[in-house]
């Protein structure tokens, strides 16, 4: 057994202590949250909650679970999430690959008009105008297409692209593959992390956004539940729709940003651990470069 010397175990010492402070920083503001989700009216407004619910209270979640608009407007949620990603990953899969050849006439045009857009847009009332005039308005397709492409996760994906031997694909040509083949059946399998960390992001994405949603969606039965538990933020009208009582309204005055961060965050939660190695390990090899 290799003995470890004094300063070694020092510095093992040290990190243990910094990275505990790191998780308990990281950590505290989201159990305050959730303890602010099941405490009572009076305990929230006076600043008595910490780490533990005090005047354990379910009122909100219970007006907010009653209401059918919330599970209508999730379930919108869960399909704009997943349409929306599929296409993301879709475009952003191929668009990828092809800028990962270095051979490719007009590669470089093709990278410079990629990164233009991330400092350049045409404007929230052009945007506006495009979309309704191609009648995408109330449609998955008015989340979906505009924000199909986010230009990080190209560039990540691309320089993972790029990482991969070329003499797999070389191989793979000669025995009469496609050039769609190689890239199912050759680049796709062997690019399971960084797949997975881009499904990660977009995921997460779209699920968090409400902005499109608000402004391309004009029916209330549409919106994604961001948008619902925003209107909920705004004034506790949801408590007010589903025949909540004065004291009950109150209550969801005081809890309601809670409740909202829980349950938008709770499903990136629950699946995030699942993810969390291929998310490591494909962002460090699409950013590292030998």
Partial sequence: MVKTSRSHRVFQGVNGLI??????????????????????????????VTLWPKGFNLTTYKIVFHDSMFWRNYG?????????????????????????????KGRTALIGVAVFTMFFTGGLIPNYVLITTFGLKNSVWAIALPNAISVFNLLVMKAFFESLPTELEEAAQIDGLSTYGILLR?????????????????SVSFWNSWFSAFLYMDRTDLMPVTVYLRNLIAGATGGGNAG????????????????????????????????????????MLGAVKG
């Fill in 19 to 48: 990275l505990t402070f790191v998780v308990v920083v990281t950590l505290y503001p989201f159990a305050n949250i959730v303890a602010r989700s099941f405490s009572g009216e009076r305990q929230i407004r006076a600043g008595e």
């Fill in 76 to 104: 919108n949620t869960v399909l704009y999430t997943v349409v929306s990603t599929a296409v993301a990953m879709a475009l952003t899969t191929c668009y990828a690959y092809v800028l990962s050849k270095k051979h490719l």
């Fill in 186 to 202: 050759i680049v796709l399998p062997l690019s399971k992390a960084v797949v997975a960390t881009m499904v990660l992001f977009y």
């Fill in 244 to 283: 909540a009582t004065t004291d009950q309204l109150s209550q969801v005055g005081a809890s309601i940003e809670a409740v909202t961060i829980v349950l938008t965050a709770l499903p990136v939660i629950c699946v995030y651990p699942f993810v969390q190695r291929y998310f490591v390990s494909g962002v």
